[in-house]
């Protein structure tokens, strides 16, 4: 069993940046892929970026050059750092995790942009 505890979101103005991160917890284990969607209010949620095990990456057309998602294995912890925020950022930010054929949700953080 994986509990994921995220943390980082908040307000911020366009051009800001904010960085999310998302503790894995529980027992000894050894997570794959782990990553990032959003919803913005009346969307679908979509998928933000990814990273693998092994430090492998990709982005959503809309965040490349922006943002950046990273891990570190010896915390069981990824990040999402986000820079040059826009108004269309404004989602509730959910990080996952996948381990054993599973995939673990965090409960979301509120990003908001605006001035």
């Known amino acids: 069993q994986v509990q994921l505890v995220e943390s980082g979101g908040g307000l911020v103005q366009p051009g800001g940046s904010l960085r999310l991160s998302c503790a894995a917890s529980g027992s000894s284990f050894s997570i794959n892929n782990m990553g990032w969607y959003r919803q913005a209010p009346g969307k679908q949620r979509d998928l933000v970026a990814r990273i693998t095990s092994g430090g492998s990456t990709n982005y959503a057309d809309s965040v490349k050059g922006r943002f950046t998602i990273s891990r570190d294995n010896a915390k069981n912890t990824v990040y999402l750092q986000m820079n040059g925020l826009r108004p269309e950022d404004t989602a509730v930010y959910y990080c996952?995790?996948?381990?054993?054929?599973?995939?673990?949700w965090g409960q979301g953080t509120q990003v908001t942009v605006s001035s």
């Open positions: 996952y995790a996948d381990y054993q054929s599973r995939r673990y």
